[in-house]
C-alpha cells in the first residue's frame, strides 16, 4: 500500500513562490511515477505536473510551464512542486498521485493524497 501526503500550502501574494511537498510511504516508491493536480472551487480537478520513476522525465501543463518545477529525491521517498511566479488563478487545492506511468489524467493515478491549500491573493 502507497500513502501520500501534501505539505507545503499557504496563502502567499500573485508573484510570490510557494513549494509543496508530497511525502509517500511504502518500500516501492522509487518505482512510481507522480503527479500533481489542482481543483479550484467549483471546478473538476485538472492536470498540473508529473514525474517519471527515475526523475529523468518531466512533464507540465501548460498552463504552468515555465513557472512550476517537479522534482523528487527518491532517498527521501519525496516529490516537490517549486511554485513561482503565482498568479490568483493558481489558487485551488493542490493533490500529489502515484501510478505506474507520470501521467496527464487522473485515471493513470492509483494512489491520491489529502490535498493541501494554495491560495494566491492579487
Known amino acids: 500500500q502507497v500513502q501520500l501526503v501534501e505539505s507545503g500550502g499557504g496563502l502567499v501574494q500573485a508573484g510570490g513562490s510557494l513549494r509543496l511537498s508530497c511525502a509517500v510511504s511504502g518500500r516501492t516508491f522509487s518505482s512510481y511515477a507522480v503527479g500533481w493536480f489542482r481543483q479550484a472551487p467549483g471546478k473538476e480537478r485538472e492536470y498540473v505536473a508529473a514525474?517519471?520513476?527515475?526523475?529523468?522525465?518531466?512533464y507540465y501543463a501548460d498552463s504552468v510551464k515555465g513557472r512550476f518545477t517537479i522534482s523528487r529525491d527518491n532517498a527521501k521517498n519525496t516529490v516537490y512542486l517549486q511554485m513561482n511566479s503565482l498568479k490568483p488563478e493558481d489558487t485551488a487545492v493542490y493533490y500529489c498521485a502515484a501510478g505506474a506511468y507520470p501521467a496527464s489524467y487522473l485515471r493513470g493515478y492509483d494512489y491520491w493524497g489529502q490535498g493541501t491549500q494554495v491560495t494566491v491573493s492579487s
Open positions: 514525474i517519471s520513476w527515475s526523475g529523468g522525465n518531466t
